[in-house]
């Protein structure tokens, strides 16, 4: 039983690197894929319709993020 379980640990100890080389290479092009899409975000939302809704976007976050706490303070405190 032990050779059994010496000889299914040595396969497993011979294949962890390559497992560990494919995850890194699958980590970096997951990386890749998220940068290509940013960047194709980025110069779309430069100018045209999706500027526009970028910008309203960000206008509406920056209010929201300013209302709020003074709404929970004025909620909390009166």
Known sequence: M???DEKQRA???SKAPDVRAQDL???EQQGYGVM?????FGEAAENGRLGAVV???QLFVIAFAFMVPVYLFWSVAF
Request: proline letters at 0%; glycine letters at 18%; a positive charge.
């Open 2 to 4: 032990s050779g059994l």
């Open 36 to 40: 290509a899409g940013v960047m194709g």
């Open 11 to 13: 396969m497993a100890e």
């Open 25 to 27: 290479r699958r980590l």
């Open 55 to 57: 910008k309203v976007a």
